[in-house]
Structure formats: C-alpha cells, structure tokens
C-alpha cells in the first residue's frame, strides 16, 4: 500500500513543488492512513501488530538523486567495487536477538523521515534491499554480483534474493537494482521543445491579424518585448500578447524565462492572480497570452489617491496577500512584488501581474537560477542584497513596503536599504514609524496597530517578520498581542483608585493571616 500510493500520488503532486515537498507531502499522508487503520483496528493497543512499514525511496530528477527513508530498510550506491550504505537504520537493538523500530510508516500520528540530495552520473548504480537480504549476504557478495551483470539486473536482483532464502532468511525480501545509463541536460523540456519547434513572432500591427487573433493597438514596447490587445477571432475575448523583440530571439536564456511567466500563470488557478489564456489552435509562433485587466496600476492608482483611508488599503493589501499565497502554495516566490506589477480592474480587483523574476522550487532543482537582485531595489527584501537567497518572507517584506508607501507615500526605511550590503551595515536600518508621520489620519486610534503589524512584515531580519501572509493581513485588522503587550499602559497609571484598592486589600489579608497565626 505504502509503495503504491506513493508512486501513484507522487505524480500528482504540482510540477511547481520540489521534490522535497512533494514526496513528504505523499508519505505524510499515507503515514497517517496507517496510523488511523492501527488505531481503528483490534490491533490498537498491541505494540507487535499494526499497519506499519519499513519505507525506502529514491527520486531521479534532473542530475540529482533524491533520498526518502524511514524504518531498517537500505539504500546502497556501488563505488569502486564497494557499496556505500547511503541510509542509517531506525532500528533499536535490545539484545542479539530482539530489536524494534524507532521509526518507520504508520508507527506515530507524526512522520520522520531522513532525506538527503546528492548528484548522480552516468554508469551510477544504487541497490535498495529489506532486512531480509542485507542480513543474510555479504556486501561483498551482492557487489560483485551486480558488477558481473552487464544488462539484466533484474536476473541479479532475483538471484540473489534466492541466495539469501537459501541462507535461511524468513524476513521480507525484497532487493532493487538501479543503473544511471544517462543522464537528461539541465533544462525545462517543456519549455525547450516550445523553443525549438516554434519561430518567434513577427513585429505586429494594429488592424492585422495574427494567429487567430485580431491586433487591437501597443500597450508597450520596449527592448527586451513587446505587449499588444488583441482580440480572439473565434471567442470575441479581449487578451493580451506578449512576444520576444528582436533584439531578444536568439537569446536562449531569455526564452526560456519569457515561456516560463506563461508555465507559471497555468499552474496558479486564484482571482487574484493574471490568468494565462488557452486557446484550441495550434500555435505557430512563440509568443504568451493572458487575460486582458482594464484597469490601472497600483502605482497610478496611489498617485490618483494619495490619501487612503485605512481600509481601502487594507482591502488592497489583503487581495494582493491572497494572490501571494497562491505563489507559496505551488512553492513559487514572486520576488518582484511591487505597484508596478499590481493591476486594479473597474470593479476594484487587484491582480499580481509580471512572473518574469518568479522562483520555482521544482525549476531551481533542474537548472541553475539567478540568486542576485532580480525586484526592484526600493521593494526588494534586506537578504537579497547580501546575496541570500529569497523566501516567502521576502514577499511579505515587499507586501509590507507596498502598503505602508499606501499609507504614508513614503518608504519605511527610505532608499537606504538599497545601499547596505553587509548585516552590520542594515542593523543600523531604523523603521520610520507612521505615527511620526502627522499627515496621517489616526482613525480611531488604528494606525497604532496597522504601524506595529507593518512594522513586523518589514522588519530586517527575515526569521522575525511573519510566518505566512495570511498573519499580516489578521493583524492588520486586529491588534495583535506584540502591540498590546506595548500598548497597554500599567494598571496604576490606567486605573490609580483600583490598583491601589487593589494594593490595600492584599495588605489587609495579609495582616490578618499572621494575626490567626
């Protein structure tokens, strides 16, 4: 059940997740279906009998193998006629003749399991074996087989399976041979068939049609690609799109980063988020169609309102945080989260536009990415410009400058951020508080809290702002304990007649306990 439902679920996971995230999520759950058949069974309260299993895994994704395991089974990689034992066991020895498993499937409602990476090359060979083999053959032996085999694992594989039954092995026996023949180059074949097989687009032009499409008008030109409105033929639709310019068509990298912001949109189903649009005809040019927003900028949008009320940009703030989490959860960073990639349509819907800089767990184990600075600097997180690598707290610090610049048209740190390339030198980054800014409306005493809330989405260093953006949002809405705590004047100043009220009626017990002694 266990190896079933992991090769089956595997696959369904998101393409956007990393190996990692996708293979756990798969053992977490299947951890817990046998856990709940052990606790739903007679078996319950046996410690010998239950739905539990020894689980060893390994994932082949680009030039990485990727290590699952849990329990006393083994991984195994043959090197210079040696086999390198790549795993530990779980397993717990009492005597010579009694053990137990520490860990293993379906032993807590909580899953352990060991994972590790390391690079594989061609000719590479791995074994995966059960107690029921390693304990009853030498490695030695095992090893030497498999190097006399040219081609037919699966013969060496059973054979020596029957070598350790005759040994007298009654355990489980079960033993997986596994040859690297080649190794696949490093790139996204998706995106590099689409490159291969397609020209790029040609210069387009208002009136003409394109593709099945209809060329409305430029929305923008620029050096790297132009955008157009255009109209579907067949549906009537409104869409936007966007091709290589010629400067840019024979630049491989770039189009692959160019198809990529269209591979994104297509896994990130949210409103709040730019949709890509499919069409049934047969593309014959490279080039990327999303929704059509007819609306405006957020930056437009701040210039048109340059005094907010509180809850405007809480609404905004809050759309943008929804759109974030369908990022995090496929494992995405947006990495270039700022006004100018916000749209704002007619009914006062906000849309995360522009995936160009956009990290993807799944894509960073197949080729090398960009760490430096791909946002712009005056929103772009302290760790970027120390050359760390970028988290979802880094758009949650670029959601927290977004909306205190609503607040106050300001930055909270100004443009000094963008200087700091050393810890010590952004430790010395004060916050500007938005209670020093007199030009803002307090409203009921609210900005007190938003400040505090805004304060922690942008604070320095990443392990103090909050964990996920759905936080920010609550504590733009609510005061939090962090402000309360500061806040909440003490009970003498607040209240003098109660406290000392208070301090009297604790004397006075205190007085006649030690006259009844």
């Not at 369904?12 to 995230?21: A, E, H, I, N, Q």
């Not at 936007?240 to 692959?256: F, G, H």
Request: proline content about 4%; some cysteine; aromatic content about 10%.
């Amino acid at each position: 059940t266990a190896v079933t439902s992991f090769l089956q679920d595997y696959y369904c996971t998101s393409d956007s997740w990393s190996v990692k995230t996708s293979a756990q999520r798969v053992l977490k759950a299947t951890n817990s279906w046998l856990y709940a058949q052990t606790q739903n069974s007679p078996n319950r309260h046996d410690k010998d009998k239950g739905y539990v299993c020894t689980f060893s895994a390994l994932v082949f994704k680009s030039n990485t193998a990727h290590l699952f395991h849990s329990g006393d089974s083994r991984i195994y990689r043959l090197s210079d006629g040696r086999l390198e034992q790549l795993t530990t066991d779980h397993r717990r020895e009492v005597s010579p003749e009694v053990s137990y498993l520490t860990r293993a499937l379906g032993i807590h409602c909580y899953l352990e399991i060991d994972y590790k990476a390391i690079p594989i090359h061609e000719g590479d060979i791995f074994v995966l074996a059960t107690d029921g083999v390693y304990e009853y053959l030498s490695e030695r032996i095992v090893a030497e087989a498999i190097e006399s085999t040219e081609s037919d694992f699966d013969h060496t594989a059973k054979s020596l399976v029957d070598k350790a039954y005759e040994a007298g092995s009654d355990d489980n026996l079960t033993l997986q041979i596994v040859k690297i023949s080649s190794l696949s180059q490093q790139n996204l074949s998706e995106v590099q068939e689409q490159i291969g097989l397609l020209p790029p687009a040609p210069a387009l032009q208002a009136r003409k049609e394109f593709d099945g499409y209809d060329i409305l008008r430029e929305i923008y030109i620029s050096s790297r690609s132009h955008v157009y409105l255009a109209r579907d033929s067949q549906s009537g639709e409104k869409v936007v799109i966007k091709t290589p310019s010629a400067e840019m068509r024979n630049d491989e990298e770039y189009l692959e980063n160019f198809l990529m912001e269209e591979w994104i949109a297509k896994r990130l189903n949210n409103a709040y988020v730019l949709k890509a649009v499919d069409s049934p005809r047969k593309r014959h040019y490279l080039y990327t169609v999303t929704e059509y927003i007819e609306g405006k900028t957020l930056s437009q949008w701040m210039i048109d309102n340059p005094t907010p009320t509180i809850d405007t940009v809480r609404s905004i703030v809050e759309q943008i945080a929804k759109g974030l989490q369908a990022f995090h959860r496929q494992e995405m960073v947006h990495q270039d989260l700022r006004p100018a990639n916000v749209m704002i349509d007619a009914t006062g819907t906000v849309k995360i536009i522009d995936f160009g800089a956009t990290k993807v767990a799944g894509i960073t184990e197949i080729k090398k990415v960009n760490d430096g600075i791909v946002g712009t600097a005056q929103y772009t997180a302290p760790e970027y410009f120390l050359g760390e690598t970028g988290t979802s707290q880094s758009d949650i610090f670029s959601l927290g400058v977004i909306a205190y610049q609503m607040l106050s048209g300001r930055l909270p740190y100004g443009t000094a951020i963008a200087k700091t390339n050393t810890s010590k030198s952004q430790q010395r980054l004060v916050y500007a508080s938005l209670l020093k800014n007199n030009t803002l409306n307090s409203e009921n005493n609210t900005l007190g809290w938003v400040d505090c809330a805004i304060k922690q989405a942008v604070e320095i260093n990443p392990t103090k702002r909050y964990a996920e953006v759905s936080e920010f949002v609550y504590d733009l809405k609510h005061p939090s304990p962090r402000y309360l705590s500061k806040s909440k004047p003490p009970l003498m100043e607040r209240n003098p007649v109660v406290f000392w009220q208070g301090i009297s009626f604790i004397l006075t017990c205190i007085v006649i306990y030690q006259c009844i002694q």
